[in-house]
T-cell receptor, first 114, second 112 residues
Framework: GAGVSQSPSNKVTEKGKDVELRCDPI?????LYWYRQSLGQGLEFLIY????????KSGLPSDRFSAERTGGSVSTLTIQRTQQEDSAVYLC????????????FGPGTRLTVL | KNQVEQSPQSLIILEGKNCTLQ??????????LRWYKQDTGRGPVSLTI?????NTKSNGRYTATLDADTKQSSLHITASQLSDSASYIC???????????FGTGTRLKVLA
């Protein structure tokens, strides 16, 4: 079975542009997470979806960041008016939402803001 | 201060040697502690999962230990291989939450 996939794998954009990052979770996984991994830093939680709703958006660093999930499956993370400090690897993970579930991670999207 | 601290930050060993990576955490109470392996350019992959009541868990050449009293965990890699070169991340999940709290990882390089 397919794992978590993300696209694009690499994205280079100019400061001020908007970008959209996509995550396809494992089929049937109800929970979906977005993380950011900056150079030399640990993984930073951004947002959590259970189904299509996002009960925890506490990790989004600013109102330039938003995410949605449709049909309980695909999720899109949107960064508006990108800044250089947004450069990082954005990782998506999904899990089946059970009590001791394991998050399965996608390969990530490397975002570079020039 | 990070709630999950790992040491060393990086480590270089020769193929065939053993090594031990450390994780100290302050998250309390916690439901489980996990070790992940992250190859360069890839997402993290789960190696071991231990609940707070478990002391040790093995997965092939990887053995994780947990001391909930001292809030320490270690990951021991036996007979290292070149393919073990990766970052190893300690993750703690606080009780009653879904949130993963990540350490900054240990970057291991195994040389031939």
């Amino acid at each position: 079975g397919a794992g978590v996939s993300q696209s694009p794998s690499n994205k280079v954009t100019e400061k001020g542009k908007d970008v959209e990052l996509r995550c396809d979770p494992i089929s049937g996984h109800t929970a979906l997470y977005w993380y950011r991994q900056s150079l030399g830093q640990g993984l930073e939680f951004l947002i959590y979806f259970q189904g299509n709703s996002a009960p925890d958006k506490s990790g989004l660093p600013s109102d330039r960041f938003s995410a949605e999930r449709t049909g309980g499956s695909v999720s899109t993370l949107t960064i508006q008016r990108t800044q250089q400090e947004d450069s990082a690897v954005y990782l998506c993970a999904s899990s089946d939402g059970t009590s001791v579930d394991t998050q399965y991670f996608g390969p990530g999207t490397r975002l570079t803001v020039l | 201060k990070n709630q999950v601290e790992q040491s060393p930050q990086s480590l270089i060993i020769l193929e065939g040697k053993n090594c031990t990576l450390q994780c100290n955490y302050t998250v309390s109470p916690f439901s489980n502690l996990r070790w992940y392996k992250q190859d360069t350019g890839r997402g993290p992959v789960s190696l071991t999962i231990m609940t707070f009541s478990e002391n040790t868990k093995s997965n092939g050449r990887y053995t994780a230990t947990l001391d909930a009293d001292t809030k320490q965990s270690s990951l021991h890699i036996t007979a290292s291989q070149l393919s073990d070169s990766a970052s190893y991340i300690c993750v703690v999940i606080a009780s009653g939450t879904y949130k993963y709290i990540f350490g900054t990882g240990t970057r291991l390089k195994v040389l031939a």
